[in-house]
């Protein structure tokens, strides 16, 4: 959603009162910061400061990165997975979903993608992802 994003995508928003592309990024960050806390057994629902596109889509990986790490990590997790999983990471997930429909309005649509014949690689994150291997029309 975010790799090839056109010029002034950071302010494109559906309606006045809707999120634009940057607050969705950097919301997403701190969703994924709450996880990671949960997933450490602590709350602390604390949204940062917006700052520039690159600084949030940066921050935004960062925080992905600690995510991953930590659910790949031995530690057991200090809540239950599926409130973890039906919370802050569904919440992200559909966050993905509204930045893939700005890129419509935007200029730049995606193709749609078939993510579970995708290639994952644990610890592979931000935009240098694996070409799609199977793209829908």
């Not at 690159?54 to 659910?71: H, I, N, P, V």
């Not at 994952?120 to 029309?137: H, L, N």
Request: net charge negative; glycine share 8%.
């Amino acid at each position: 959603m975010l790799r090839g994003a056109p010029p002034g995508f950071a302010d494109v928003r559906l309606s006045p009162d809707s999120r634009s592309a940057l607050e969705i990024v950097a919301h997403i960050a701190d969703v994924l910061t709450w996880a990671t806390l949960l997933a450490d057994g602590r709350q602390g629902w604390k949204p940062q400061a917006r700052e520039s596109w690159e600084a949030e889509t940066q921050r935004c990986f960062a925080e992905l990165a600690k995510l991953d790490a930590r659910l790949a990590s031995e530690v057991p997790l200090a809540c239950e997975p599926e409130r973890l999983f039906q919370g802050p990471i569904a919440d992200a997930l559909a966050h993905i979903g509204q930045l893939a429909l700005l890129r419509r309005p935007a200029g730049a649509p995606i193709r749609g993608e078939n993510y579970f014949a995708a290639e994952i690689v644990a610890g592979t994150i931000g935009t240098e992802q694996a070409k799609a291997r199977f793209e829908f029309d």
